[in-house]
Nanobody, 115 residues
Framework: QVQLVESGGGLVQAGGSPTLSCAASLSLGSFAAMGWYRQPPGKQRDLVASFTSGGSRNYADSVKGRFTISRDNAKNTVYLQMNSLKPDDTAVYYC?????????WGQGTQVTVSS
């Protein structure tokens, strides 16, 4: 059974630099792609950052230069380092993994940025 478990969210002051973690129950190499999405209150869920199986990284324009996605294959964990947080970054952040054409989601972790 595929499980993705996020951690690291919470209340953060503007300008803060928290790191989110996503622990997968399977090897990261078994996923065609992995990434982070976020859903602000009352809005749709959008891509924040992702890895493809080939190793390339993609970022939403709104986080380029501030957020960094990384992975530790030995720990089956994907990270999202967030820097220079703004109130607009407030959202529920979800880990996503694509495997054999199916999207798997974590339960989400709330990040609230106070001004």
């Amino acid at each position: 059974q595929v499980q993705l478990v996020e951690s690291g969210g919470g209340l953060v002051q503007a300008g803060g630099s928290p790191t989110l973690s996503c622990a997968a129950s399977l090897s990261l190499g078994s996923f065609a792609a992995m990434g982070w999405y976020r859903q602000p209150p009352g809005k749709q869920r959008d891509l924040v950052a992702s890895f493809t199986s080939g190793g390339s990284r993609n970022y939403a324009d709104s986080v380029k230069g501030r957020f960094t996605i990384s992975r530790d294959n030995a720990k089956n964990t994907v990270y999202l380092q967030m820097n220079s947080l703004k109130p607009d970054d407030t959202a529920v952040y979800y880990c996503n993994g694509l495997r054999y054409g199916f999207n798997y989601w974590g339960q989400g972790t709330q990040v609230t940025v106070s001004s």
